[in-house]
């Protein structure tokens, strides 16, 4: 672990633990910060307070008193999922403390180069991808960030020899000041989490801080299919290389007859891709691009696209039961990745969808639901569901409570032949605590059949 003395004798907040607020406490700690703790939950029923303030670091929990403010803390560590317009937060940065996410700190201290992925839609299959093929090819990769390990702990052992593949959410980005990915891919951009940032723009902007800091010697790898994120990305100092999954291109990465080119090279036929879908192109293009970047061979990438079969919650094959195939695509929380999973079927299928009312209709989706033969639906945005479905000439549509009464109910209108997907096109929270609860619970119920 390098060294740092940005934090040495400076008073430093941590709003939030979770995962990623004890690991940067305790990483602050170490670096000699004077470290208090504030999180919302009461300190009785907060393991990970307890463990902390055993380690000698002040812990305020229960409430965010906007009094701490008055303490002169030099800054602020938030876990990313607390707003901006939260008072602790928004008094903070009109006081002109710097907010930081632990992201940074992971930064400071790695003694690997980052290799960061962000995007609206393909991040985590992106991030897999990456790790496997250069585990594959012998480079000794790391993975953090939203896909389950916290950036702040993995680089903290983290040695030169190193690549930490990190997945990087616009919450994330927000709080950075120095991190500087050594490549950074940008998979897509599309309207997403506007009820955090507000606008398409004020997203885009969290989002491009990815390249803000790199240099000449960097690389930034950019869709040739949005125009507008090469224009978003024209400040970067990086060298930016391209990927298009509809024109092949002479330099970067694309599909030229039928197989997958990096500028003249050729990888391998498309037809040998184990995982599904078309939207997954992209996501391999940005992969391969990164590994042949970090010296992998064709022969590593070639093994990893003909076994690798997807992520958890993303398109997932979940078991074949008496003719029908299950998918658990749980963590599609927004109409595009809904779009996304329902292009990847040939099959008659039937669609499990519904979740937190954000607003929108789903009228987008009438397009993508020609195979569509049965519609099962839960949760605030059922009866808007419902709608969509008689528009779109849907005959068979059954309103259930969740997720557990809509794999039995699916199963029993199903034909041998039939795929059974779910894929809600809706933030979880109005029923579950996160996608995966969700995705979990279509697991366990598919199993109990």
């Known amino acids: 672990m390098k060294t740092t003395l940005k934090f040495k004798h400076k008073k430093v907040l941590v709003l939030g633990l979770a995962k990623s607020g ?20 009461p300190f009785s029923d907060n393991p990970e307070a307890q463990g902390l303030l055993q380690q000698g670091i002040k812990v305020i929990c229960g409430s965010h008193p906007i009094e701490l403010l008055d303490e002169g803390f030099d800054y602020i560590v938030k876990n990313p999922g607390i707003p901006y317009n939260n008072p602790l ?8 403390i710097p907010v930081l996410t632990e992201v940074e700190l992971a930064y400071l201290v790695s003694e690997a180069p980052f290799i960061g992925i962000t995007g609206t839609n393909g991040k985590t299959t992106t991030t897999t991808l990456v790790h496997e093929m250069l585990d594959k090819g012998g480079k000794q990769p790391l993975i953090a960030g939203n896909i389950g390990t916290v950036a702040s702990e993995v680089a903290q052992t983290a040695k030169e020899e ?10 994330q980005l927000m709080g950075i000041e120095e991190f500087r990915p050594k490549i950074s891919i940008f998979t897509n951009l599309y309207e997403a989490h506007l009820d955090y940032h507000g606008s398409i723009e004020d997203y885009a902007k969290a989002k491009a801080n990815i390249t803000a800091n ?5 690389y930034l790898v950019i869709n040739a299919d ?20 509809r024109r092949p291109l002479e330099k970067g990465a694309s599909i030229k007859d039928g197989a997958i080119y990096y500028d003249d090279d050729k990888i391998m036929e498309t037809s040998l891709i184990a995982l599904p879908g078309k939207h997954n192109l992209e996501n391999i293009l940005c992969a391969v691009i990164a590994a042949k970047l970090s010296g992998v061979s064709n022969e590593a990438i070639q093994e990893v696209l003909k076994t690798f079969t997807g992520v958890k919650h993303r398109t997932q094959f979940v078991r074949t039961l008496n003719g029908r195939s299950f998918y658990n695509d749980s963590k599609a929380t927004n109409v595009l990745a809904a779009k996304s999973a329902l292009e990847a079927f040939d099959q008659p299928t039937i669609l499990l969808a519904g979740g937190l009312d954000r607003g929108n209709s789903f009228d987008e989706l009438i397009p993508y639901l020609k195979n569509v033969k049965a519609l099962i639906t839960f949760g605030e945005t059922a009866v808007k569901f419902l709608e969509t479905a008689a528009k779109a000439g849907i005959q068979t549509v059954k309103r259930v409570d969740n997720v557990e009464a809509a794999v039995p109910a699916a199963y029993e209108i199903s034909e041998e032949g039939d ?31």
């Not at 004890?22 to 939950?41: C, E, G, I, P, Y």
């Not at 937060?89 to 002109?96: C, D, F, R, T």
């Open 214 to 218: 790199q240099t000449k010697d960097d």
């Open 162 to 171: 190193n690549n930490i593949v990190i997945e990087l959410s616009s919450f």
């Open 226 to 245: 949005q125009p507008e994120l090469a224009e978003l990305l024209s400040f970067s100092k990086a060298q930016k290389i391209y990927f298009s999954t």
């Open 419 to 449: 795929v059974i997907l779910l894929s809600p096109a809706c933030a979880s929270w109005d029923q579950y605590r996160t996608f995966e609860v969700r995705g979990d619970i279509f697991i366990d119920e598919v199993h109990k059949l």
């Open 89 to 96: 937060v928004s008094g903070a940065l009109e006081k002109g």
């Open 22 to 41: 004890v690991s940067a406490a305790s990483l602050l700690h170490k670096l000699d910060a004077f470290v208090t703790v504030n999180d919302r939950k």
